[in-house]
């Protein structure tokens, strides 16, 4: 098989992988106007959260469900007792606090866990191999695009068909007359936070076995998601797909024309749709 | 509860201690420096070298009547910051003895100041130029440059296994990885090896997948990784999931010891070659007696960033007692040329460039079932002992 189309294809399974850490981030910040540099934290926390727990015994499909459960519900904390009362300051301070918060975090996995980093093992029935001629792919990487597109049309249809989506929709366009209307924003602020740092926890877990656990998976993983989000348009679920995927393949196939560039042009094409579509590739003006 | 008379009692103990003339007793210690990462990415090298420091400097206790003490600089792997510290403890400490610095940019840092202000520096950065084109008086290495590594780990391996002549390699786009290259090449063209291709990263590069695709399309025999410490993991990790080990032999030309095995697990490194600086089942007298003190004391097995401040430490002991002085100068004149038993056998300290002669190994993963105790990964499949000259490595010592 042609290597571009091998890499088009590693490049959708990273995509695949970069969406469901970037979604979180695009969620938050069409409701809440909250740029959230913490994100990256609970990337690293769904990922250590999966080490510790396969490291107690548990197996590790429970972990793609406790995983995300715990952090959160660690979020929803985070967002009642700290973000909530910063809503209101200038962005600068949205930075501030969330990039505090994220050192905070980091350094209590050192210190818990330590600076070197783990390996966390597929489970056995993603062990291995698929092999259809020339193309060889992992199984487990298979099964994260399974994952990617199951919370691509679990979240579409939340977001697009239910209530609790309509109000999420209707608060992203202003917070004000969805609380004139006797919703209860500050709650619904709170779920929509938790869900977006559960989904940079299931990103983390997804993640673990692939390129194991350490205490700065969260700064990486961080400015990939950014760049996803930035690339699809800021606040869009759907540019939040069309960004992870664009960035996968970009990466992907890079690395085999030009390998050195293969992380610097994800960063030129960021630039790229932004010179030609400021708000991003599905974002609104 | 403390009241102001107590408070200023104790204010006038304080001063007292603090001023010059309390201070002959500590005046009177021979203090070594261990600059290296205490924090970052990196902290974990200075969590391992003030252990390797302290257990060379508590078993030696005193030297030429001075009690012996050491002090941990944090380097944060910033060369700038590493100058900056080591300007410090120079002018303000007065210590002129440093060892362990293990990152290469760093360490080429740190030489030319350390060098410039008189000092001596015993350093385990894996740049060629610290022995080689920037080689100065100051400064040994006991780690060793990409042609050792290469010959130690590639040569072994082609000889191992000849049939095996499509080489794919994964390099990361910074000097250590341009050496180790072109090294490999250069052996290549000697062993008829075909080099099938090269995927170059970056040094923030995480996923390799694109790479391995590379690699998978070229069809290799042997996919050589000259990337190291969390690069080569990663790369590693992934091209087992990939089902690589399965497909060609995979060997990383310089494993970052023995904490790099823990964090990957046995799984992963079965049947994987990996080049070691050092490893802890050494077969010397030495090594038997230093793994045992490090278990006895920190109740771990030694790994690459203990040990090498531990012998760098060791070097510098050898040499203050073989000058009889602690002044540089003389200290250097007693490194140059001399011989000691050390980890890896008798090493020698080559006058002409201040490289450290001494052993490579190349080790094999093993199955966890055949793992004699938590530690035991790898078995050494060879050693040998590879240098260019001093004229070919490009030291022109001034």
């Known amino acids: ?285 | 509860m403390t009241n102001r008379r107590d408070f200023l009692k104790m204010s006038a103990v304080a001063g007292l201690a603090a001023h010059p003339l309390f201070s002959i007793a500590q005046s009177n210690d021979l203090v070594l420096a261990c600059p290296t990462a205490m924090s970052g990415t990196f902290s974990a090298i200075g969590k391992y070298s003030d252990m390797g420091m302290r257990l060379a400097v508590e078993q030696q206790g005193t030297v030429l009547g001075k009690k012996l003490a050491y002090r941990m600089i944090d380097t944060e792997a910033k060369p700038a910051t590493a100058v900056r510290r080591v300007q410090e403890a120079m002018q303000q400490h007065n210590i002129r003895f440093f060892t362990g610095a293990l990152l290469s940019a760093e360490s080429l840092a740190m030489s030319k100041e350390i060098h410039r202000a008189g000092g001596i520096l015993l350093t385990n950065g894996g740049a060629d130029e610290l022995t080689g084109t920037e080689c100065n008086r100051s400064t040994f290495r006991w780690a060793l440059p990409t042609y050792s590594i290469i010959q130690g780990s590639a040569r072994p391996l082609a000889e191992l296994m000849p049939k095996a002549k499509r080489w794919y390699t994964i390099t990361p786009q910074y000097v250590f990885g341009e050496d180790l290259l072109k090294n490999a090449k250069a052996l290549f063209k000697e062993k008829g090896i075909e080099h099938v291709g090269n995927s170059y990263h970056s040094l923030t590069e995480r996923e390799f997948s694109g790479h391995l695709t590379n690699a998978i399309a070229s069809k290799a025999d042997v996919l050589f990784l000259l990337n190291y410490g969390a690069q080569a993991s990663d790369a590693l990790r992934q091209a087992v999931s990939f089902g690589l080990k399965q497909r060609m032999t995979i060997i990383v030309a310089a494993a970052s010891g023995l904490e790099q095995f823990e964090g990957l697990g046995a799984d992963i490194c079965d049947g994987v070659y990996f080049g070691a600086v050092y490893w802890h089942t050494i077969d010397t007298a030495f090594n038997k007696k230093f793994v045992s003190d490090v278990r006895e004391k920190f109740k771990i097995s030694p790994n690459y960033s203990l040990a090498a401040p531990y012998i760098n430490t060791k070097m510098l002991i050898d040499a203050f007692n073989k000058a009889k002085s602690t002044d540089p100068k003389a200290v250097i004149e007693a490194l140059e040329g001399m011989k000691f038993e050390s980890l890896t056998g008798t090493e020698e300290i080559r006058k002409e460039d201040h490289q450290v002669l001494r052993d490579f190994y190349l080790i094999k993963g093993k199955a966890k079932a055949q793992m004699r105790d938590k530690d035991d990964y790898a078995d050494i499949v060879d050693s040998s002992r590879f240098f260019l000259s001093p004229e070919a490595a490009g030291c022109k010592m001034a």
């Open chain 1, 1 to 285: 098989m042609n290597v571009y189309l091998l890499q088009l294809v590693n490049g959708v399974g990273l995509g695949m992988l970069y969406f469901v850490l970037a979604v979180g981030l695009s969620i938050i910040f069409g409701l809440l106007r909250f740029v959230n540099f913490s994100h990256g934290a609970f990337f690293l926390l769904g990922a250590y959260g999966c080490y510790h727990l396969v490291q107690m015994g548990m197996d590790f499909w429970l972990t793609l469900f406790f995983g995300p459960l715990i952090i959160g519900a660690f979020a929803w904390l985070v967002e009642t007792f700290v973000f909530r009362k910063a809503y209101h300051l200038p962005h600068e301070m949205h930075i501030l606090i969330t990039v505090g918060l994220a050192l905070v975090l980091q350094e209590a996995v050192i210190m818990y866990w330590g600076p070197l980093g783990h390996n966390v093992a597929p489970p056995d029935l993603l062990q291995g191999v698929v092999i259809w001629g020339d193309f060889i792919y992992p199984k487990y990487r298979l099964f994260v695009i399974g994952v990617g597109v199951a919370l691509a049309v679990v979240l579409g249809a939340i977001l697009e068909g239910t209530r609790l989506g309509a109000i999420v929709r209707a608060g992203s366009e202003s917070t004000e007359m969805v609380s004139l209307l006797g919703l209860n924003i500050k709650r619904i602020f709170a779920m929509v936070f938790a869900l977006g740092a559960a989904t940079a926890a299931l990103a983390g877990v997804l993640a673990a076995p692939i390129r194991g656990v350490d205490p700065f998976m969260g700064v990486e993983a961080l400015g990939i998601a950014f760049v996803a989000v930035v690339v699809g348009g800021m606040g869009s679920f759907a540019g939040a797909l069309a960004g992870g995927l664009l960035v996968g393949i970009v990466q992907s196939m890079m690395s085999t024309i030009w390998p050195p560039g293969a992380n610097l042009m994800i960063y030129v094409a960021m630039a790229l749709v932004l010179l030609l579509r400021p708000n991003g590739l599905l974002g609104r003006a």
